[in-house]
């Protein structure tokens, strides 16, 4: 190993050629010791700030990358109709469906209310739980297999829909309205990436086709939700994103859709910098893209799993087995407050708290107007459908990236540059003295010395 004199010799040798500023002065022995302390403040200085300024950069580089902003130039978009999906709601035209399930299973109509709160599970069911649960219950009671009472009320898209237009252009409801397992039973949707098999119709408006007007005809009464292309109806979904519709009426909703808009470095970023996830982020998703009410409905699984050990006849992506027997569905109703409800961290009253990040492609949806108008008919068996985008939207959200990884670079080196006159090699010339070249050196001195000692011997 070498002696402390040439430790010392390979450092004051180092600090003689190196290139980062002011160091040279510190080794050099001709000058005055006030001078070379005076040199050695500097650099001392120097150092501490621009490790400062390059702790500033790297926090705000973490922490604050990406910028929310809004956009104005609103001539060069385009803006589709928002999702369209209808589901199966109770209503009293919808009565009559319970009592024929009821008769064909039972033989009788002695199970209505229950046979109600199955099909239409919403996480509460008063009526099975009072009477099913005890154990003097009649023997004919429900007790599992939900599952397959829900499955007679799941009509075909031909018995719910029929007379779709878009712009007074008809197309096929049932091509184009597909079917989409939900947790409040099957649905039919249009313009979703959700579906198994997307197909979406081309409901684009821009300057040329400022307004877009989607009709429909329900033959069963329905709820009506309006929401983005990722974003799935739910148990949760925002009262203001639902319209119930009821036969015999015209129903008319007039919308505005403001998108978001992602600069393409935004995909860079990590998760906790963008707060929020693309649709392929979608690890172990119930469905096929990713979305916040997607997340949701995972979450809703996982905790009537660890809650009550079992799943809601409903629920994604459950099993047979997995599904709630009468026990069960006692548990569920009994957590319905903690089940259904969403709440933040902080808050003190019954709710999940969901890990749930928004989508970085989520699309809000404003209700201009709801307007409810009966139909000439009377006694009408049918009601009709207007989802109307009332106009362009004048602005949208952009999220752009103010930080980049090349931003970072260019101000480490900035800053290296400014305060120590460093450059990239001035630090692998740093590595390179203190590895190769000190390997080196003490290889070359015990050659040295050895050959001394064979020298000596001799």
């Known amino acids: 190993m070498p002696s402390k004199f040439s430790c010392i ?39 501490f700030g621009s490790a400062l300024l390059i702790s500033s950069a790297w926090e705000a580089f973490v922490k604050s990358p990406i ?82 009472y829900a499955s007679f009320i799941l009509s075909p898209c031909s018995e719910v829909l029929a007379n779709c237009s ?35 119709y081309p409901m684009v408006n821009n300057v040329i086709h400022k307004r877009g007007v989607l009709r429909f005809k329900l033959l069963r009464a329905s709820m009506i939700y309006t929401l983005g292309e990722d974003e799935i109806p739910n148990i949760a979904t925002l009262l203001s994103s639902t319209l119930q519709v009821l036969l015999g009426k015209l129903y008319r909703r007039e919308v505005i859709v403001k998108n978001i808009e992602n600069h393409p470095l935004v995909e860079q970023t990590t998760l906790e910098q963008r707060v929020c996830r693309f649709h392929h982020e ?58 259904t409800a969403l709440k933040p961290p902080w808050a003190q009253r019954p709710g999940l708290v969901c890990d749930c990040l928004p989508s970085c492609n989520e699309t809000e949806i404003n209700v201009i107007e709801d307007m409810a108008l009966p139909l000439h008919t009377e006694n009408s068996k049918e009601a009709h459908v207007e989802i109307i985008l009332a106009y362009l939207p004048t602005e949208r959200f952009k999220r752009n990236v103010v ?14 540059g400014l305060f120590v006159g460093a ?10 003295f203190f590895t190769v070249r000190l390997i080196n050196n003490v290889w070359i001195e015990k050659r040295k010395q050895n050959n001394n000692v064979h020298r000596n011997r001799y």
């Open 9 to 47: 010799g390979h450092v004051k040798d180092y600090c003689a050629t190196c290139t980062f500023a002011g160091v040279r002065f510190i080794a050099d022995d001709t000058k005055h010791w006030i001078e070379r302390l005076l040199w050695a403040v500097l650099v001392i200085l120097s150092w």
């Open 67 to 148: 910028s929310f902003g809004v956009e104005t130039t609103y001539l060069d978009w385009e803006t589709r109709v928002p999702a369209v999906a209808v589901c199966n709601v109770v209503a009293k035209t919808n009565k009559y469906q319970i009592y024929n399930i009821g008769n064909k299973i039972f033989n009788s109509f002695k199970f209505d209310d229950e046979i109600k709160e199955i099909i239409y599970f919403r996480g509460r069911a008063f009526n099975l739980v009072k009477n099913c649960l005890p154990e003097n219950r009649d023997p004919q009671c429900p007790l599992s297999n939900y599952s397959y």
């Open 282 to 339: 979608n690890e172990d998703g119930l469905y096929p893209q990713y979305s916040y009410s997607a997340c949701i409905i995972r979450c809703r699984k996982l905790a009537q799993l660890k809650t009550c050990q079992c799943n809601d006849h409903f629920m994604v992506g459950a099993t047979e087995e997995e599904h709630c027997n009468i026990t069960g569905m006692a548990c569920l109703h009994d957590n319905f407050a903690y089940l």
């Open 166 to 200: 878009y712009n007074n252009k008809k197309f096929d409801c049932c091509e184009y309205f597909q079917p989409i397992e939900t947790d409040i039973g099957v649905c039919y949707i249009i313009n979703s990436i959700q579906t198994k098999n997307p197909k979406t």
């Open 423 to 432: 450059s990239l090699l001035s630090f692998v010339e740093l590595i390179f």
């Open 403 to 416: 930080r980049s990884r090349l931003d970072l670079v260019v101000s480490l080196g900035g800053t290296a």
